[in-house]
């Protein structure tokens, strides 16, 4: 599910709470509110707790227009070890057959 994490950050801000007094009330990790707030991705049960705890409906916090793409993220270490992997099942399966 994906929520308009910028609503999610205003109404935590309003409410004069820094992210870890939400993820207290909400009975949630900090990394989860840290995670919202940076892509907006969210459960089902999280995105209704967050909703009770900010006093607003679930859908005043879910993202407007559908459901939008979760931004992925990737390192060039894990790249370049993906590459590596490749290569060494490559190398292990030419040497089977």
């Given amino acids: 599910m994906l929520l308009e994490s910028e609503t999610v950050r205003s109404l935590r801000?309003?409410?004069g709470w820094t992210q870890e007094q939400l993820a207290e009330?909400?009975?949630l990790s900090?990394?989860?509110i840290q995670r919202i707030e940076k892509t907006g991705?969210?459960?089902?049960?999280?995105?209704?707790?967050?909703?009770?705890?900010l006093e607003v409906?679930?859908?005043?916090?879910?993202a407007k227009g559908?459901?939008?793409?979760?931004?992925?993220e990737f390192a060039l270490h894990h790249l370049v070890a993906a590459a590596a992997v490749t290569f060494l099942l490559g190398i292990g399966i030419g040497v089977l057959f």
């Fill in 13 to 15: 801000t309003g409410k």
């Fill in 25 to 27: 009330l909400c009975d």
């Fill in 30 to 32: 900090v990394r989860t």
């Fill in 41 to 53: 991705v969210a459960s089902l049960e999280t995105s209704s707790a967050l909703a009770s705890v």
């Fill in 57 to 62: 409906e679930r859908e005043d916090i879910l």
């Fill in 66 to 72: 559908g459901v939008k793409p979760a931004r992925t």
